[in-house]
């Protein structure tokens, strides 16, 4: 039954239940069969809240499982993201490392040389100058950087191995400067502050010369180092720069060591007839096809009576 229904036949119910001292008028009677216009009594609020809970309560429940629903969808559509980007990642890193690098390297650098081939041999072909034409693509910067570059290259090609100790004091004392990052900043303003400290001394006077500029004059000499100057000695470094001087200690520590392992290693082999690492290779490919054909003339050798 419809719950205005229900409203009706209790307000007519209570109508007609009415004590026999009391008198119902027609109006109220109109009054109360009218939906909606009903004055409420206790006895049909008594009546109609378990019917209201229910209903309610029924809606609040199935909101929580529409909600509980929607969030079980979209952690559903999450996982199924996660997996699949899981799965993309996985066969790119498994392409990855089936992949040499050394190959493509070698690739690329093959497909630059035919690359190059073919526009030399259409530039020769059209009659025209092939250096000239790949001069088109540089300026004239970059085109001097790069004979630099060559040239240096040229010169230092055969400054790789060991000739005597300074040639190779001297690269070990390039290899520093270029790995040297001075601090500019913390050099200034040390600079302004001994200058500042000169100057209220007195050892130091500042003269503006005519066009403007300010220069400083050493009046005793000591301010400006010089052969027999020992202020150096006073200098007190920092945490950062002690560090990075034993950082450089160790490697060069660490790059003679390898160097001696190298030169110790094989020594049990024999006599050395190599010069290098390449060159003990190639030797060792020898004495794999030729050593049975040049045993007898190597005892001739070391007897002494190889004629």
Request: a neutral charge.
């Amino acid at each position: 039954m419809p719950l205005s229904q229900k409203r009706k036949a209790a307000i007519l119910d209570h109508t007609s239940e009415a004590l026999p001292g009391q008198h119902v008028s027609e109006e109220e009677k109109t009054l109360s069969t009218a939906e909606g216009t009903i004055p409420s009594t206790g006895k049909e609020s008594q009546e109609l809240s378990p019917g209201d809970d229910e209903s309610a309560t029924d809606n609040t429940a199935a909101l929580k499982a529409q909600e509980r629903k929607e969030k079980f969808k979209a952690l559903q559509a999450r996982a199924r993201k996660s997996t699949e980007r899981n799965h993309k990642e996985a066969a790119a890193e498994t392409q990855r490392l089936s992949t040499d690098p050394n190959l493509l390297n070698s690739l690329s650098r093959r497909h630059a040389v035919a690359s190059h081939n073919l526009l030399k041999a259409d530039t020769i072909a059209a009659g025209e100058d092939f250096e000239r034409k790949r001069a088109w693509d540089w300026t004239v910067e970059e085109s001097e950087k790069w004979d630099r570059r060559m040239e240096k290259k040229e010169r230092h090609r055969d400054d790789v191995a060991f000739q005597d100790y300074r040639q190779d004091a001297r690269k070990v004392y390039k290899r520093q400067l270029r790995e040297l990052k001075p601090d500019m900043e913390r050099y200034e303003k040390e600079k302004m502050a001994a200058v500042q400290r000169a100057a209220i001394s007195g050892g130091l006077e500042i003269v503006e010369t005519d066009d403007g500029e300010l220069v400083a004059v050493d009046k005793d000499g000591r301010f400006y180092s010089t052969a027999d100057s020992t202020d150096f000695a006073e200098n007190k470094p920092d945490r950062a720069a002690v560090d990075r001087l034993v950082s450089d200690l160790r490697k060069a520590e660490e790059v003679r060591l390898k160097k001696r392992r190298e030169r110790d290693r094989g020594d049990d082999d024999g006599d050395v007839t190599y010069i290098n690492e390449k060159n003990k290779l190639m030797n060792q490919r020898l004495n794999k096809f030729y050593n049975k054909y040049t045993a007898e003339i190597r005892d001739s050798f070391e007897r002494g009576t190889m004629i």
